[in-house]
């Protein structure tokens, strides 16, 4: 009698825990990537990812509006920031001054379509997107940001001005639902830049060995929420996607000369309220000069 309520006592205790502590415990993560032309300016790339906003999130949009404090040189948000039809507002909320600073973006699928409730099962062991039936207006978000000047990368190139320096970035639309469209932007970016930066919402092989093809130096992705739940020693249960377990957050190399890096994002479906050994994140990648 007393191991069964040791036992479920401890399982009460990882509930509450990964339910309500972990998932709002945010966390920025900062790295340092070597992928810059030889004598060129730091560049401080703010990521953010996965934020799955509802109107409700003041706390989180408190967190993400104060990352305007970090200064960075250039903001990325690899999408999902929605998760609700009145979303919007608050995702402009969070986003706040940093609207101000140069910035690019891509959608997720959870921008172009509500979340649906799923089994754990389906959820954490199956990738096939279900049926989308419920549009969210993603119209509307794309106008807030780029109204404020950040770039939509949606199957597009754009060359930035960041600290007087050219940055060449390329994206494509969802990998996730099959809307990117590599053969838009394909073919070598701009030789003057630089860095060369890739932007997908999910990390999808395919997507990440074109950019590669094309001599990026760096990819930067989300999607995969660093696979939400993680166990001690193993790491993520599933990525949701065509990449590795190994891959499914942080900064990794892919192929031999470009970097990826996946962020855990800072949010989750409202179907699937929990973090496990995988906090809620930002990323503030510092781009340095290559040795």
């Not at 050219?166 to 003057?192: F, M, Q, S, T």
Request: charged fraction near 20%; proline fraction near 8%.
């Amino acid at each position: 009698m007393r191991s069964a309520a040791a036992v479920a006592g401890t399982a009460a205790a990882g509930l509450v825990y990964s339910t309500v502590l972990e998932r709002r415990w945010y966390a920025l993560r900062r790295v340092e990537v070597p992928v810059l032309e030889p004598g060129a300016w730091p560049i401080r790339l703010l990521h953010l990812s996965d934020l799955h906003i509802t109107p409700a999130h003041h706390h989180k949009a408190a967190w993400v509006s104060a990352l305007a404090d970090l200064r960075p040189d250039l903001v990325i948000n690899t999408g999902d920031s929605l998760s609700h039809h009145q979303a919007v507002p608050m995702v402009v909320k969070a986003f706040g001054t940093l609207l101000d600073v140069p910035g690019a973006f891509v959608f997720g699928n959870n921008d172009y379509y509500a979340p649906r409730p799923k089994s754990p099962h389906r959820y954490f062991l199956k990738s096939t997107p279900l049926p989308k039936t419920d549009p969210l207006p993603w119209r509307d978000l794309r106008a807030a940001q780029a109204e404020r000047g950040w770039v939509d990368l949606s199957n597009r190139k754009q060359v930035l001005t960041v600290r007087g320096q050219r940055i060449a970035l390329a994206g494509v639309d969802d990998p996730h639902l099959k809307r990117d469209r590599y053969a838009e932007i394909a073919g070598a970016a701009d030789p003057d830049a630089v860095v060369r930066i890739g932007v997908a919402h999910s990390p999808e092989p395919r997507v990440l060995d074109a950019f590669a093809e094309d001599s990026y130096d760096l990819v930067v992705a989300g999607h995969t929420h660093g696979g939400q739940l993680r166990i001690p020693g193993y790491g993520a249960i599933v990525t949701n996607s065509g990449i590795d377990r190994g891959r499914a957050r942080g900064l990794s190399r892919w192929g031999a000369d470009m970097w990826l890096n996946v962020s855990a994002g800072l949010g989750n479906s409202p179907y699937m309220p929990v973090r496990f050994c995988c906090r809620p994140e930002a990323t503030l990648l510092t781009l340095v000069p290559r040795a």
